[in-house]
């Protein structure tokens, strides 16, 4: 059971995950979360860092597709300005929304890689479909009052990896 929640990289940022990493396990397009992975926590704007990474493995050969719980327009709102494309209210970790994101990416999970910053809906829902997953430290500890409860759970687990 715990195998199953197991991401198979641990990272605490996003600036530690090279291209040159995910090239070599044949990753070619990488599903990506939103809050607190990409943004704080309903936060309507992507920091210039977060941005020039995106950039730099984009300009190494990297596609990128959002996938996030929230609705429509606020990922619309934040993701314009960097061009990327999206899967809302998607549900994670139900396999749908992460099949349509490697649609708009053309990847198959052999080549898809899943970075988001929660067990239960990133790193499972990526695991379920066979793709590498990646768990990042998430960027503010200010969140919906669900996830928090969620992250006491996630401690126990994260201690037994
Ligand atoms: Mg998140």
Known sequence: MLEKLRPDIFTDSLHEISAEILKKKGIKGIIIDL????????????????????????????????????????????????????VANAFKPRKQGFVLAMKKLKTE???????????????????????????IKPRATREFFGTKLMRKLEKIILKRF
């Open 109 to 135: 999970p052999v080549n898809t890689a899943v970075i988001g910053d929660q067990l239960f809906t990133d790193i499972l829902g990526g695991k379920r479909l066979g793709m590498t997953t990646i768990l």
């Open 35 to 86: 809050d607190n992975t990409m943004t704080n926590w309903n936060e309507r704007f992507i920091t210039e860092d977060v941005c020039n990474w995106v950039k730099m493995m984009e300009s190494q050969g990297l596609r990128f597709c959002v996938l996030s719980n929230s609705g429509k327009r606020r990922i619309e709102e934040t993701v314009k300005k960097l061009g990327l494309s999206y």
